[in-house]
Each structure stands twice: as C-alpha cells, then as structure tokens.
C-alpha cells in the first residue's frame, strides 16, 4: 500500500488534506443546496406556463445562471476575489476557497434542480391546484417531494463536480487534496504522494456516489419494492 | 314524423323541476373559450345548469371542448367568456384566496389519478387537509373513514406504486372527496380502466352520489358509463351544447346527429352504413317503407313484429335491432322493413303508436334487393 511508502510527515499531510477538503467540499455543498434548491424552483415555477410565470425575470435568472455556469472555475476564482473578500474576510485560505466553490456548483446544483422538479407531471400540479393549493404548497408538497429522487441524484453529480473543482482550490491558497497532490507529488517529484492523494480522491468519488444512490433509492417510491403488503 | 312526447325524468332527481333557482349546483352562463384566435373557440356560448344530486354526464367527440368545460367550472382554465356559478356562487369573479377557498367545494378526479407516488395512500389523502391548514391530529382522524368509504382502509401504507389502477383511482376520490365538496368534477375517470374495474369505480361514485347527495359531473367517451350512472346527460360538439336532457330521453330520442352517431354503439338508432345505403328518401315501385320503431318501458317485452304479422299479414323483415336497459327501464330500437304494407301503411302506424311506440318511417327499400341480402322474410 502506497501509505507504507508514505514517511509519517507526509502521512499527517495527507490528512490534513483530507480534512481541509472535507472542510471546503461540506460548507460549499450545504450553501449550495440551500442556494440551488430555492434558485431551481424559481427557475421552473417562473418559465412560461407554470404555476407562476414570470417570463421576463426567467430570462435574466437563465442567463445570469448560465453566464457563472459558463466562466471556467479557475477565471471565476479569480474573477469573484473582491467578492470573497466581503463573504469570507479574506481572499486567501481554507474559508476563503468555500466561495468560489460555492458560486460555481450553486448554478450547476440549481440547473440539476430544475431539470428534475420541471419533469413533474402537469397532471399532479393541476390535482394540486384543483384542492385549492397555493403556489407555495405546491412547490412544497408536490413539486420537492416528487422530484426528490431525481434532486438527490443531480446533488450527487453536483457534489462529485464540487470534489473536483475543490483540487484547483490551491491556487487561492485553500489547500486540500488536489493541492497537496501538485506540490508534492508534481512539484517535489514525489509520485507516491500523487499516487496516494489519486487514490483518497477516487474513494471518496466512489463513496459520494455510492451514497449518493442509496439515498436516491431510498426517496424513490416511483417504482413498487420487492415487499408488498399483504391484502 | 311524429312529435315526441316528453318523458319525465325517468329516475327520481334530488330536485324536481319546481325548485328554486338556488338549487342548482353548478350554473354555467355563457361560456365561451378560445386558446388562440387562428384555432377559433374551443367553447362557444355554452350555459348549461347542473342541479343538485345530479350525475350530469357530458359527451361529445374528441376536440369538442368536453375537458376545457368541465376545467372552467374550478377554472384550472380560466374562461374568455361567461360565468359560472357553484352552489350560487360565482367562480369566475374569484382570483388568488377566495377561488383556492372555493376550490375545496369542487372534488375533481382525472383520467389518469394523478395521485402523489412519493406518498402513501394515507398521505395523498392527507393532502387536501393539510392544505386546507388542518391540524395534525384533526387529519389523522379524517383520514380512516375516507379511506373506508373507498375501500382502501387495508391500504393506508401503501404507496400508489404498488396499486392497481382501480386502487389509484379510488385514493383519487378519497382525495377529492376529503374537503366535502358540493360537486364533483371526473374528465375520464375510468378511461384507462378495465370493464370490471370500472364498473366498480362507477358503482362506487352511485354509492357516494346516493349516500352524500354529491353532485358528480361525468365526462366520459363509454356509452355504457353513460347509461349506467348518469341521470342527465348534454352533449357538446365543436364547443357548443347540441342536446341536453334526462339520460333516458337522450338515448331513446336523441335530436342531434352527434348524439345519435355517439349512441349507436349502445342503442341501434343508426343502420349499418351497407344497410343505411339501399335505403331510398321515396318510395318507387315495388318498394316497401322501412319503419324505425322505438321501444320505451313495457312495450319493449309485446310481441309486436308477431302482431303485424297477424293483425296485418305484412311481411316484417328486420334489418337492425337491439334492446338494452336504461336503469331498470327497457329501451330498444328496431327497424324492419314492413314488406307488402302498402295501403295499410297508416293503419299500421297508428297500431304501433296505440301500443305505446314511437314509429317513423325512414326511408324506403326496394323489395328484392333488401330481401336478397338479408334472407327470407320473416
Ligand atoms: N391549453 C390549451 N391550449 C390550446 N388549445 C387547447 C388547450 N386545451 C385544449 N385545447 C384545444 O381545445 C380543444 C378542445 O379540447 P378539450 O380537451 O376540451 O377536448 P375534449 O372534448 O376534452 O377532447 P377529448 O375527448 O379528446 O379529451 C381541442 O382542439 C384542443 O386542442
Ligand atoms: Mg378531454
């Protein structure tokens, strides 16, 4: 195992790591999904024909998403620095890295929302209003909890994107996996450490989705399960 | 040829024709619709009064504007015409609260459930109270004698996925039989049934119509449902009311040619088209006239063809026929040619209408060429 090679320096190292890209990657998932969600309803419930079309503020919240969508996340760190400094206090560091992350997968998040709670049938909207529900009760218990599986799904693609974009963190000094793996393993030329940071990323990978699944499965009453009541 | 006479309302309604105007449950005045001005009116000037304890069935061919009606009278679609009023007040006025007040004294079920899959059965039922700001053990409560009502108290747990479609509907029920409602809408509600199951589902909605006094306004393609529930019955066609009346009236004596091609598939009041063909508008030589005999109540059990026989020696030869029951009440169309009646004609005519039949003579056939393809005479 690449961790017998590994000296006991470099071993805390990698912790440390593993702990500030856990740090970065959790806060930027909590805020996103708090940011995302309500950003993903608006943008389906306000499209034309929905259940409160408001065509015109559609058109600048798409385009105001796909614009920060569309920045690559390195320009976008850069680009956002004044702003991250207000957020965070800082523009450097662990906390101050959470922003830009937060602001690249917030969109991504809120896109993956969107797609899913837009494929709620009209039918169910329609049974909603016909019981006299307001909007709001149907974004609530309609609209959420019928996209739910398909929410948890693009939250697991939004989270392996986050682990991802959270490597570049780096580069505004917010350490982390990725960051370790290009000082060490690139820089020093010490490839067991790339290997090692290589291998705690994919695991990690591999368990989000993992999780991921379980829990979209979990939500998931479209399908019938194997236990049936008895009648 | 003969006018028909009027028949009173054949099952006992809720409410006789003398009640006050307050009485009735749904008032649509007016109505008019239209989507885009190229396509023209879906609903042109439609009113249409649906009185208390009503099974009002609506029918109609695709496109007729059937579902864009019934949609107005909650206004999930809002009309660009008219008004429409339940239980004496007016829908159309309302907007934002008061029409979501309203709303919870309209049930309406659909063609296909629309019931909730990330729900219970207990849940989707819960839904209408929870909306309505119930709290929660004042739910809990309500809940099990719905479920109850529509047999589906073994159900509670079970999530619409692991029901059948006969299960779906009737939490689509409980659903929208939760808040009490005065009315209840149904587009097609056992469209994407099986026979039995819908037979089940419409046995269940005469139950709730009958124990809660519940109006019900029934869209439907199936004669059968038609015949079996609904106590009156208007018929749309190109978005404009073409016919309305007490079901039996309707089948028995349909005056649109809609309502007549609709019903053919259950009363026989249109000949097969070969058939229909060889008829002739006149009579010419050697031809004999082709009478189309309407049976209602206990004519329908006389042996009127061996009567003409008899009293007459003319020589029926029946070219299409069926009896079916309306309610309890017989109802049957037969039309025969009436071979070698000539003269007698009239006579034949007024015999038939002393026995209680309603007979015209719709057309003529020529002798030979009916009997050829139809057999012996009888
Ligand atoms: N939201 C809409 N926008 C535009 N046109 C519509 C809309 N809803 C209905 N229509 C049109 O209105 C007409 C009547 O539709 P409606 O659904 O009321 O017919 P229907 O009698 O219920 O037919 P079916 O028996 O097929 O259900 C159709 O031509 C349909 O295309
Ligand atoms: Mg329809």
Redo the contacts between chains.
Sequence with gaps: MPFDLLSPAVTALLFESLKQTAYMVSIAALVSTALGLPLGVLLVVTSPGHILPLPIFNRILGTAVNLVRSTPFIILMVAIIPFTRVIAGSSVGTSAAVVPLTVAITPLFARLAETAMREVDRGLIEAAEAIGASPLQIIVRVIIPEALPSIVAGQTVALVSLIGYSAMAGTVGGGGLGDLGVRFGYQRFMPEVMLAVVIVLVAIVQSVQLLGDAAARAVNHRIARGKRSTS | MNAVPPISDFRASAIGDDDPAGAAAVRIDGLSKTFSKAAGPVLDDVSLTIRRGEIHGIIGRSGAGKSTLVRCI?L?ERPSAGRVFVSGREITSLRG?AL?????D???I?Q?F??????TVAGNVA??F???GLPRAEIARRIPPLLELVGLA??A??????LSGGQKQRV?IA??L??DPSVL?CDEATSALDPETTEQILALLRDINRQLGLTIVLITHEMQVLRDIATRVAVLDHGRLVEEGATFDVLAFPKSAVARSFLSGLVAHELPPPVAARLLPEPVADSDPVLRIVFTGDAAHDPIVADLVSHFQIVPNILHGRIDYVGDRPLGVLTLVAGDAGKRLPAVLSRLASFGLFVEVIGHAVRSAVTRRHGAAV
Excluded: C, Q, W
């Design positions: 909650n999930l609260r979501r007040t309203a709303r919870r309209i049930g309406m659909f296909h629309n019931v909730l899959s990330s729900k839904l209408p929870k909306v309505a073994h159900k747990d079970a999530y619409p996925s692991e689509g659903r929208a939760a808040l809408l």
